[in-house]
């Protein structure tokens, strides 16, 4: 029997099709209407102070794309980051529920070498990631996605975090 999630094939998920070919491209700005939102409001943010989870995320504003993130937290001691946070649509895409788990319980190797050096980056630096995101399937693509990846800070505006929010050109696979 396939585990579902409010009416939702988790098994269905995009993630957990391994017939998609998926790649991942640096953009230099998002085209996506709400992913300029947040980068603009982000950059306001940072200019006194930052961006704080609680302050200026969640919001009005920004409801629509609650479904659509994740929040990672570094593991200490560890070349690792965990998901503190994670909307529903993002346990869709994966397949499973993310919160309180590890990146390299998802991705191993190389890809996941990637990703924390991504995150880690984003720490460091401060400046945000953009990316698309592509599954094709043959000659045709079948999702996209563009990716806001952004420095944030929580409990009091001390700690760094990285917010990750997708911002889908077609979620046809969610319904």
Known sequence: MDAQALGFFLDASPRRQYNFAHSLDEIRTPSHREALSLLESWKAAVEHGGFVIGRHFPSRKFAQ???????LERVEGARDFRVRLAGFTMLC???VEL???RLSEFFEGIEHENLYKLFDGILR???????KSRMDKGRSSALQREIVSLL????EGLT???LVASFWNDRYWLN
């Open 65 to 71: 794309v609650l479904p659509n993130v994740l929040l």
């Open 93 to 95: 895409y994966y397949g």
């Open 99 to 101: 919160r309180k788990r």
């Open 125 to 131: 630096s401060g400046r945000p990631s953009l990316a």
């Open 152 to 155: 944030v800070r929580v409990v």
């Open 160 to 162: 760094p975090q990285v």
